[in-house]
């Protein structure tokens, strides 16, 4: 029997065979990469609202630090305030912008990115417990939601569904 039907046009008797069988892909996304992606940007999110409460309390969060380190007038505060304002500011659209990179090719499958993220989180949730308690309690509540955001994405883009999604190349 040939592979092209006798009636080309005929719906109910399609063609057969390796040119007319459809590509083999991974199919559509899954809900739990979807939620994965949706909350890295809820993280971002969250990550941009912390930089605008940082800056907004940046005044007594130097005079904190500064009494906390027990700084004498050697250091000079506006020079630090300056400094601190630059890193942060960097800090900031680096980070977004990688994150949101990382977001994006999560959620075209690129496994390198589920696993890079995946490391950035790890690193975050250890590098968190080390300055608890070192920031006013509104950065330290954005910064436990940005971690449970992230921790949750992880979670999420490791479901059974999702790592047969990110395996089917």
Do not use: H
Not at 14 to 33: F, L, M
Not at 46 to 58: D, E, H, K, Q
Not at 128 to 143: A, D, K, R
């Amino acid at each position: 029997m040939s592979d092209y039907p006798q009636y080309p046009n005929d719906p109910t008797n399609p063609p057969t065979g390796a040119a007319y069988d459809a590509p083999a892909g991974r199919g559509p996304r899954p809900a739990s990469v979807d939620t994965g992606v949706k909350l890295i940007w809820a993280a971002i999110v969250v990550s941009l609202i912390s930089g605008l409460a940082t800056f907004i309390m940046i005044d007594s969060i130097i005079d904190d630090q500064l009494e906390a380190a027990g700084a004498s007038e050697a250091i000079n505060a506006d020079t630090l305030r300056s400094t601190v304002i630059v890193g942060a500011i960097f800090g900031l659209v680096i980070s977004v912008a990688i994150y949101a990179l990382l977001a994006f090719f999560i959620g075209k499958g690129a496994n390198w990115a589920r696993i890079v993220f995946t490391v950035f989180t790890v690193i975050g949730v250890a590098g968190s417990l080390f300055g608890l308690g070192s920031q006013p309690v509104l950065l330290l509540v954005l910064s436990l939601i940005g971690l449970v955001c992230n921790v949750a994405a992880v979670v999420f883009l490791f479901r059974a569904d999702a790592s047969a999604w990110f395996k089917a190349r």
